[in-house]
């Protein structure tokens, strides 16, 4: 305020006018007013960079503790270490005095043998290869019957053991296989839809069954059957094509012989595919790929064929879906063993036409198109008479004893079944002290009852053995028969 009324007397003096004097005044505090700010900021800062400074001035001292503390615990260290190579080196100092004193130790036993050999040889006039070979002799003769005994011993348990390892990987494998059982067989019958059917496939003065014959290389049988006729055919192919060539002219009703032929004709036609169709879809199944064409059309015409009432293609495909397993159970070619089982069989789709057994035919087959020596070699010695050369020939020989041999894979008449059963049954009631025999599992087992006052426990195992001798003896069948002897005591009170 002084200093305004400083500039207004001057500016009264000087003839200046008031507003000019408050602009300087207002001018010359702003600038006053800046200078006091920049003061204050510079102070503010110089403030800040102090305690910045102060700050670094603390780590700087925390930073070089720390580092001289660093220092002095690698001084320890390598004094540790110090101390340590100098222990190792009295260590090692000590080891190699003592390898030279174990060589020198060594060496004196060395030489004490020697002249013990020396002393040895003189006093017994031999030297050591004829000594050593005496002393051999001498314990070979004492423990050749224990060495013998222990040699057999060793085997049964080996044999054993093979056969338990067998045991389960077969059960494992037919229990993996789910089949359905084999109770078809080729159809020859044909249905009549009435008896007057018969006269029109016969036709005038027997014309129309006679080019029919002619053309399906069939023979018909029209007899007193009501609403039946039959095809008969060495050949399952030619009758399976009669016989849906009749079906069709029955179905259409025009019997001439000029529609037979057209009929017949296309009977094989669809027949042909169906067989390629057939022996494309085995192969499809187990997973064999890379058969010539030709080599699946033979393969298909194994659903024509049947042997003992089971379908021969069927039969090729479950082997070979047995091998595929027991192959990987026994870590062989699992490929090879496949398609060799697929294929073994195929010779019976033209065993006919060609003379020679089957699996010799089926080997002829698999050669003409180009399959490998392993895998006929496999086929050929699925059954006794080649040798098997093999783990592959043998897998195959055993899926088609599994695949032929399982419930329900070929038909047996029932009265050769019952005959069977009640021979069984016989054989065992023959022997004194049986009281009951039952003859399952399909003839399997035979579960015998004695009477427990007669036969005690050691002569029960005794006629188990007698009765599966006896067996063995009068009777012919697959696998194994169980004999199973029960001996039962009973006793029996009633509380009143």
Known sequence: MYNLIIYLAAAA????TVGYVLRIFIARKKHDLQEQKQKEI??????EALKIKEGAAKEEERARKDLQELE???RRREEMFDKRLESLEVEKNNILSKEKEIENIKREIAGIKDKQNEALQKITKLNKDEALKILLSQIEKEYKEDLIRKIKEQKEIAKEEAQTVAREILSTVIQRLASEHTVETTTTAVSLPSDEMKGRIIGREGRNIQIFEKETGTDLIIDDTPDTVVISAFDPIRRHVAKVALEKLIADGRIHPTRIEEVVQKAKDEIGQEIKEAGEAAAYEVGVAGLH????KILGRLKFRTSYGQNVLQHSIESAQVAQMLASELGADVNLAKKA??????GKAVDHDIPGAHHHISVDICKKYGLSESICDAIASHHDDIEIKSVEGIIVKAADAISSSRPGARRETFENYVKRLEELEN??????????TYAIQAGREVRIIVKPEEIDDLTAIKLSKDIAKKIEE???YPGTIKVNVIRETRAIEFAK
């Open 13 to 16: 003096v000087g003839g200046v």
């Open 42 to 47: 510079l102070l503010k800062a110089k403030d």
């Open 72 to 74: 002095k615990n690698l």
């Open 293 to 296: 064409p030709d080599l699946l």
């Open 341 to 346: 089982s697929l294929l073994h069989d195929i």
């Open 427 to 436: 054989i065992a009631n023959s022997f004194p002290g049986v009281e009951k």
């Open 474 to 476: 009068d009777l012919q």
